[in-house]
């Protein structure tokens, strides 16, 4: 249909990157309405191209909806060549369209968000170059670009998240967020290192393209398939905030609030559940990996949403709820279902990303106040912020009819029925989903309904936000409430679009047994009674009985603190990991300074007695003979001297005594 | 008719004139004393040069060579004065016992 | 034409500078400085020129010039280059360049100290274009002299001590060097005249092997000597303790060489030498070689985060980008080989560059403790924009130079030592953790009231490293050049070694 975007993808990554390089460099001394113009058009305009891009692919026969655009070689070398090649099928066009459209919102929120900020041109440098390293990540031909934007995307992270360094708090926890990912990305490396290895001695072919590499992948081990998908999951750990590395992503929420709806709700954290789902070829092919993924989703899904359930802090509970949500993106490509993990990365990116949006709506009324004890009795005063959270919040908790349900219901019923999944990790999901029920909608009661437990300074403050903030909000809402419906699944009678669309990329992956409608029906039956039993259970306690709470915590009190301190899990790694490592450091900096370098200068100060020794001889012998040689000399000379007393005649005395003496000599 | 003088005579004379020479140079303190005695020496170098030019075959060469030995003398005793006034001019003595700065 | 004699127009021109500044009276500084900036101007423009009329495709010696020098022992004045060394004489003329402007604020001495450095600048670049064994080793060990005066006399406080060190561990590395020349001398036959030769392209050259020492042990000997002669520059652990001392005592300019040039001549020792000239012991040892990438890297980085002084940790994080180089090398694969040249070249553009930003630091505040900053950012933003990047360079950050490096040193070697390259690589996790951890002591938190107007970083400092900068990120983004440069003398120095 449009051809010509064939050759101009690679114009979505640069896009940003140039609005980025602008405001960076010179971005401090341009007005602000030029700044967030750049920004804006640059991630706009990406967007604009995502759906041409995706047009075209739409247009092309099912069979043949894929492309390439390569702009240069990489890195070429004789036998291994890596191009700056971006590729272009059903699922990098949805990521892209996610990226740039969820992007282009949140570029727009952050105008009203950041208008009084100093480092505005800054701000919005780091989010373009965070569009940038993104849209790298899901366009990219091969493993090694695609970590390109991997670490990328880690990098603007880091900045967005210490973008306030003048706490520390917020610098350690870009750092925290860094380095945790560093981890996971040790995994990556590992993981690629490995599938490049095992496919190039197997093949003879040394290439990192995921084309190359899928048409090979069967002639490798699946023992070794299965270390490297469980590898790359390590790194997808890191990037998602799975269990065992999610601790990054919570304390990650220091940064501004647009920076945790884009970077940390709805996209960079999806970056594990996209790169599992591209690689379904391997996947598929590595079983056991796939049941790793699956159990390990499925327990963070459950783990983060207990925590969820008593956080006090309004971002906390929806990090918590993120991290728990990605759980279930893992559920739905661990089990197999990778276009039900995508479908669910989609919908999510919305609410979540309206959730986060909406909540810096309410921290920028309640100026800068983010503890929801404090809140309370919003709805009156900030109408649409109200509305459009509480259509979020129903999305998320999975109510009929909302984007929500149909992702999560897709996620759960293919945990059921997949041969990686099962019942245990069913139940995980559905638990989790009653448990997500019931922290949203105490979120909701606790910030927007009741009486206002605000003081009366900030009471006074509250206000509806500027135009620039809701026109995002009601974007995203309209999605929350509608987006759900392209992935609609068959037992209504209608095609699964989304699902239909994406199959192409998955064609090679898993085949997934045929589950009966009425299971089905009976499935979405339990995920809708989870969702309202929560819901129920919630408002019991929060909207009539209001006094329990207080008093549950108080019965229940070790448990109530367990969960309110994260069960510990950050202070168990500051003590043995953190702690572990700072001792070894210290350990082997002491090592280095007084072994290696002591022994160094052991042999310098060897050297010197040696020296020192040599230096005597050479005094008391050696030099006493040569001195004893010149002594001898000099008392002759003492002699001697005495005939040189300097008198002229002297000498003739002396010359004419010894010419008698020859004289006599020679004479007689 | 007075005897003839004879090679012998002309060598005592020599000979007397430079003991003289010789004994002048040894013993006096005065440094012009001493260069006196050293013309003395010289010239009874000259003596012995001429007297043997005259009484063997070796021609004038001995006489030309007693020429040599004056002119040079003359010139030498010049420097040699030049060093005394010099010395004088230093120490405000020409006392060979106290001139002693050759001493080793 | 000026190709015939091109290389010793880089090498001796600094010493027509060197040469001009001793005539100079000593009060003119500026003069001085200025002589110095323009006599190592040229030979920076002749090694571009140098690179941009090489003949990449061609894995030989070119630019060779090759007269008799001391005809009694058929020592010659040989100079060459080729693909890996055309890298390192670009390198050496950028960076003797820049530190030139880094030199800017010496305040003691200034005659002798740019003398020396245009001394030490004639060195480098003989020691990257020597073909001659002695003629090599008469540049190793001239550049010996003008660091130790530069180290010892405009160091910091214990820069006596630390000259000390750096010259009697270098000269012990020298020393075994030595005997390892004369022992090939003394067994090699020059084909062509039948006489003993230092000349390394014939020593190199695989129909000649057979002439030299045959024994096994006799030549793991000498690979060792030589070994630990280079060992010693990279430095490899256990050597490596002279050079935070050295580099923390240095003038920011000649950290900057040390770390960006001297390093390197390690590496390029081996690459240059040790490998083509004893192949056989070299794929022996490359285990052992391994190893020790291993343990510079990994050992490396945690030391580097044990420290408080700038300067130190990014010495020992030399120590541990210097381990991927050591790693490469060892690998025996042209994917590592290319990954552990580029990691050379990477080391002294972004290490230079870290040096650099130290000097712009300790000139103001007049330490480097990283715990006495704080929040430096507020008051330097575009100081702490660039240090970021370097900091983000040298982490081996995708998009920038180093990456590349490392990457490719993992991709090549993962074949051959699996374990050891896993093991290498949690590298990336602490070498992130301190660079990340000084980072935030120094730049974030809390602006420190004790440096409020402080200055901004200025226009010499900014032209000192804007230009390493663009390099970093070009050859993060394109590095193809640089692999096209190099491409046909690895093969080459690959073929050697037997691979």
């Known amino acids: ?668 | 008719m007075a005897p003839a003088v004879t090679l012998t005579d002309y060598l005592i004379l020599s000979g007397i004139l430079f003991s003289i020479g010789v004994f002048g140079v040894l013993t006096r303190k005065n440094a012009i004393a001493v260069l006196m005695g050293v013309e003395l020496m010289l010239n009874a170098a000259n003596i012995n040069l001429v007297a043997f030019s005259k009484f063997t075959d070796a021609g004038v060469v001995g006489q030309v060579f007693a020429l040599f030995s004056i002119v040079i003398a003359a010139a030498e005793v010049a420097v040699a004065l030049a060093i005394v006034i010099s010395i004088y001019k230093v120490t405000r003595t020409i006392d060979l016992d106290k001139e002693d700065t050759m001493k080793g | 034409m000026l190709s015939n004699y091109l290389l010793s127009l880089i090498v001796f021109t600094p010493m027509i500078g060197f040469v001009l500044i001793l005539l100079m009276p000593r009060e003119r500084v500026t003069w001085i400085r200025w002589t110095a900036a323009v006599f190592t101007f040229i030979p920076m423009v002749l090694s571009f020129y140098l690179y941009g009329t090489m003949d990449a495709s061609s894995a030989g010696f070119q630019f060779v010039e090759k007269y008799p020098w001391i005809t009694a022992f058929n020592i010659q004045y040989y100079l060459g280059a080729d693909g890996i060394s055309t890298p390192m004489i670009v390198l050496t003329g950028l960076l003797s360049f820049l530190s030139v402007f880094a030199s800017w604020n010496i305040n003691k001495a200034h005659k002798a100290y740019f003398s020396l450095y245009l001394l030490l600048v004639t060195a480098m670049f003989g020691v990257f274009m020597a073909l001659d064994f002695f003629l090599f080793y008469i540049f190793w060990e001239l550049m010996l002299f003008p660091m130790y005066f530069l180290i010892g006399i405009w160091g910091g406080p214990r820069r006596e001590y630390a000259a000390i060190k750096f010259f009697l561990y270098t000269l012990a590395g020298s020393v075994l060097m030595l005997v390892v020349i004369l022992t090939f001398y003394f067994n090699s036959t020059d084909p062509a005249t039948g006489s003993h030769t230092f000349n390394i392209v014939t020593l190199m050259n695989q129909a000649n092997q057979g002439m030299f020492i045959k024994q096994f042990w006799v030549r793991l000997a000498m690979y060792v000597a030589l070994f630990i002669g280079f060992a010693i520059k990279v430095p490899v652990f256990p050597f490596h303790t002279w050079l935070p001392d050295a580099h923390v005592e240095a003038p920011t300019a000649i950290s900057v060489i040390l770390a960006g040039v001297l390093l390197k001549m390690g590496a390029y020792g081996l690459m240059r030498i040790s490998y083509p000239l004893l192949p056989d012991m070299a794929a022996y040892t490359a285990i052992g070689l391994a190893i020790l990438g291993l343990i510079n890297i990994v050992y490396g980085a945690l030391v580097a985060m044990a420290q408080t002084d700038f300067k130190k940790m990014i010495a020992y994080s030399s120590v541990s980008h210097m381990g991927f180089v050591i790693l490469g090398l060892a690998s025996m694969t042209f994917i590592g080989f290319n990954g552990a040249l580029m990691q050379m070249f990477n080391h002294g553009i972004i290490t230079g560059m870290l040096f650099l930003l130290v000097g712009v630091i300790y000139d103001r505040a007049h330490h480097r403790d990283l715990n006495g900053f704080g929040g430096i950012a507020t008051y330097m933003p575009v100081y702490a924009g660039i240090t970021s990047l370097a900091f983000m360079g040298s982490l081996g950050l995708p998009g920038l130079s180093g990456f590349i490096g490392e990457v490719l040193v993992f991709l090549g070697t993962f074949k051959v030592y699996p374990v050891i390259v896993i093991v290498s690589a949690t590298g990336v996790i602490f070498t992130a953790g301190y660079f990340l951890w000084a980072y935030q002591r120094v730049f974030l938190g809390p602006p420190n009231e004790k440096y409020r107007g402080i200055a901004r970083i200025n226009g010499r400092e900014l032209f000192t490293l804007v230009p390493l900068v663009l390099i970093a990120l070009f050859l993060g983004v394109y590095p193809m050049p640089f692999f096209n440069l190099v491409g046909a003398s690895l093969s080459k120095l690959l073929m050697m070694v037997g691979h």
């Open chain 1, 1 to 668: 249909m449009y051809p010509c975007i064939e050759h101009c993808i690679w114009l979505i990554p640069l896009l940003p990157l140039t609005g980025a390089m602008v405001n960076l460099l010179i971005g401090s001394r341009l007005p602000r309405p030029v700044t967030h113009t750049i920004a804006i058009g640059t991630i706009a305009t990406s967007f604009v191209l995502s759906v041409i891009a995706y047009l075209h692919i739409v247009s092309l026969p099912p069979g043949q909806r894929q492309f390439i655009d390569t702009v240069y070689t990489w890195i070429g070398l004789q036998g291994f060549r890596v191009g700056l090649s971006f590729l272009v099928d059903p699922l990098s066009v949805v990521m892209a369209l996610i990226v740039s459209g969820v992007g282009s919102v949140i570029h727009l929120y952050s105008v009203g968000y950041m208008h009084g900020d100093k480092r505005y041109s800054r701000y919005f440098g780091f989010l373009n170059l965070f569009a940038f390293a993104m849209l790298l990540l899901v366009l990219s031909n091969s493993i090694l670009l695609m970590f390109v934007g991997w670490e990328g995307v880690g990098l603007c992270s880091y900045l967005l998240i210490g973008f306030w360094f003048e706490k520390i708090e917020n610098a350690k926890a870009g750092m925290k967020a860094f380095v945790v990912n560093r981890i996971g990305d040790f995994g990556f490396i590992v993981g690629f290192m490995l599938l490049f290895t095992a496919v190039g001695v197997r093949t003879g072919t040394w290439s990192l393209d995921f084309g190359v590499i899928k048409s090979n992948i069967g002639l490798v081990s699946p023992a070794i398939l299965t270390a490297v998908g469980i590898m790359l999951f390590v790194g997808a750990t890191g990037k998602s905030a799975q269990i065992p590395l999610y601790v990054w992503l919570p304390d990650a929420m220091a940064g501004p609030t647009p920076v945790s709806a884009l970077i940390h709700a709805a996209t960079m954290v999806t970056a594990g559940v996209y790169m599992v789902a591209r690689m379904n070829f391997l996947y598929a092919l590595a079983p056991d990996a796939l049941r790793v993924i699956a159990i390990v989703g499925a327990l963070t899904a459950f783990f983060a949403a207990t925590i969820g359930l008593v956080q006090n802090d309004i971002k906390k509970v929806l990090a918590y709820s993120t991290v728990s949500q990605l759980g279930y993106m893992f559920i739905g490509v661990g089990v197999g279902a990778f276009g039900a993990g995508i479908f669910h990365l989609m919908t999510h990116a919305f609410f979540k990303a309206l959730l986060f949006l909406g909540s810096g709506s309410v921290i920028h009324a309640m100026s800068g106040e983010q503890d929801i004890r404090k809140m309370g009795g919003l709805s009156s005063k900030m109408p649409i912020t109200t509305t459009t959270f509480v259509i979020a919040s129903l999305a998320i908790m999975g109510v009929p009819g909302f984007a929500g349900f149909f992702s999560k219901d897709d996620i759960l019923y293919h945990a059921y029925i997949s041969p990686y999944g099962g019942t245990f990790v069913w139940l995980l999901g559905v638990v989790a989903a009653v448990l997500t029920a019931f922290y949203m909608t105490r979120l909701v009661i606790l910030t927007f309904y009741g009486n206002p437990r605000m003081d009366h300074h900030t009471a006074e403050h509250v206000h509806e936000s500027p135009k620039t903030m809701t026109i995002p909000l009601i974007i995203l809402a309209i999605l929350s409430a509608i987006g759900g419906y392209i992935g609609m699944p068959a037992i209504f009678g209608v095609h699964n679009v989304f699902a239909q669309f994406l199959a192409p990329v998955f064609a090679s992956g898993v085949r997934l047994p045929e589950g009966s409608v009425s299971l089905e029906w009976t499935l979405m039956g339990v995920s809708v009674l989870a969702a309202f039993s929560g819901i129920g259970f919630a408002y019991y306690l929060y909207g009539v009985r209001t006094e329990l709470p207080a008093i549950m915590a108080e019965k229940y009190n070790t448990a109530y603190r367990w969960l309110l301190n994260k069960y510990y899990v950050d202070e168990f790694y500051q003590k043995y990991i953190v702690g572990g490592l700072m001792g070894l450091k210290d350990l082997l900096g002491v090592f280095d300074a007084r072994i290696i370098d002591g022994t160094v200068n052991g042999t310098a100060r060897l050297g010197r007695r040696l020296a020192d020794f040599e230096g005597a001889f050479d005094r008391v012998v050696v030099d006493g003979a040569v001195n004893a040689v010149g002594d001898g000399i000099v008392s002759a000379g003492a002699v001697l001297r005495k005939l040189q007393n300097g008198l002229v005649q002297n000498y003739l005395i002396v010359a004419v005594i010894g010419m008698a003496i020859l004289l006599s000599l020679v004479l007689l």
